[in-house]
């Protein structure tokens, strides 16, 4: 089996950003980006999609979070799709649905190569700690562009929004391990195109 691993570096005059993402690991999170809240959901979605991640994130937190959540977000979308170099033998959907309490979320993705955002979560707070919830969109948008996935993600209900947030971050990692597995019947890629 190859190796589905990459490091994506990545730096500006708002951030200097390194990732490193093992698609086959054990759910292993290492890094800072200097946003707790934001920390710990990358900490989910490692954990939760069985995947090895580290990110270290310098980013201009003085102004506010905007570019460094982005960023991250552009940082891992590349990171993703360069592990994903050959999508030879893999189920290419995947689709999870997490319960937090009284939340319930679910994302659905497709690792197509066509980026696309379907994004319907209503939060009621503007901020979790130092974490902008208006950023959790532009969070999924940045990956879902960089890694040229189709990604489908909703909160069905809820009220705390740290769960909300929580059970998106925890169900896209599920999605994407999901879609990302081997399935020894798949002969080439899941397309009748013969190409992803």
Do not use: C, W
Not at 24 to 38: A, L, M, V
Not at 59 to 81: R, W, Y
Not at 88 to 109: H, N, Q
């Amino acid at each position: 089996m190859i190796q589905r691993e990459a490091k994506i570096l990545r730096k500006s005059n708002e951030t200097n950003i390194e990732a490193r993402i093992n698609l086959d690991g054990t759910g292993k999170f290492e890094g800072n980006t200097g946003i707790g809240f934001f920390d710990h959901m990358l900490n989910l979605f490692a954990k939760h999609g069985l995947l090895d991640l580290y990110v270290k994130a310098v980013g201009d937190l003085f102004v506010d979070s905007h570019h460094t959540i982005e960023d991250v977000g552009i940082v891992l979308g590349l990171a993703i799709k360069e592990s994903l170099n050959g999508k030879d033998g893999i189920k290419r959907y995947g689709t999870s649905f997490v319960p937090m309490d009284e939340t319930l979320a679910t994302v659905s993705l497709d690792l197509s190569g066509r980026p696309y955002l379907v994004f319907d979560a209503n939060f009621t707070v503007d901020k979790i700690g130092d974490f902008d919830t208006e950023m959790v969109e532009e969070f999924f948008r940045a990956l879902a562009m960089n890694s040229g996935i189709t990604l489908h993600a909703r909160i069905i209900y809820g009220k705390n929004n740290h769960h909300m947030v929580e059970g998106l971050f925890k169900a896209f990692g599920k999605a994407l391990s999901e879609a990302s597995t081997y399935d020894s019947r798949i002969k080439g890629v899941m397309s009748t195109k013969g190409s992803l």
